[in-house]
């Protein structure tokens, strides 16, 4: 099953995967148990953040869902991932609200079968349509690719902040919800340049430092 996602999420794939931090991301790994991956684009007022997190990270399994429990366990993390700002925390000045999200398991067990489970959001805001095809056809290039059974989860969420500049740090309940999660690498894209931060379970708390 499919959904579209927010043209916006999508710019935060496309432009973290410019060349400035291919290598970076390569470093870090395709898939590695307890890391997870957090893309932020800023746009004006408007933030995007892209998570990929191992199914071990979120549910503790990374089969296919085989029973009622495994289904559960995934139709609650779906729901956790369709509420960012339970997982990311931003500064309340910023006055942040949610316009979009996207939530998805996704892997080689899963793929294309009409039983995959997804959840999406949107408002009622224009988009771009044909931008929004063409940073997804870049985006997944490099985001398609989990083997071996080793199933994940994405979420994409668009943000609308009163005060995008008042965004200086970022705290992360995420690794509260989420017990087998210990680490987080997170990329930043603004008009102030590309930086690569990461954060850890067991201090879960981000200073931008002027990144977004």
């Known amino acids: 099953m499919t959904r579209r996602l927010a043209p916006l999420a999508l710019l935060a794939l496309g432009l973290a995967a410019q060349p400035a931090l291919a290598q ?3 470093e870090l ?3 590695v148990h307890g890391h997870g991956r957090l893309d932020i684009a800023r746009e004006g007022d408007r933030i995007a953040l892209a998570l990929e997190a191992p199914g071990a990270d979120v549910v503790g399994f990374e089969h296919a869902p085989e029973s009622a429990a495994d289904r559960a366990a ?3 993390a779906l729901d956790l991932l369709s509420r960012p700002l339970e997982l990311v925390a931003f500064p309340e000045a910023a006055g942040c609200e949610v316009l ?3 939530a998805e398991l996704v892997g080689d067990d899963h793929g294309d079968d009409d039983h995959d489970e997804a959840h999406a959001h949107d408002e009622d805001h224009a988009h771009d349509d ?3 095809h063409d940073d997804a056809a870049h985006a997944h290039d490099d985001h398609d690719d989990a083997g071996g059974g080793h199933a994940e989860f994405r979420a994409l969420w668009e943000l609308s902040c009163a005060d995008a500049d008042a965004v200086d740090a970022l705290a992360f309940p995420y690794f509260e919800r989420f017990e087998g999660a210990q680490n987080l690498a997170v990329q930043v894209v603004s008009e102030a340049g590309a930086r690569v931060f990461e954060v850890e379970r067991a201090a879960p708390e981000l200073d931008l430092d002027g990144a977004l």
């Open 29 to 31: 790994g395709a898939h």
């Open 24 to 26: 970076e991301r390569r």
């Open 74 to 76: 995934v139709e609650r």
């Open 100 to 102: 979009e999200v996207a």
């Open 130 to 132: 044909d931008h929004a």
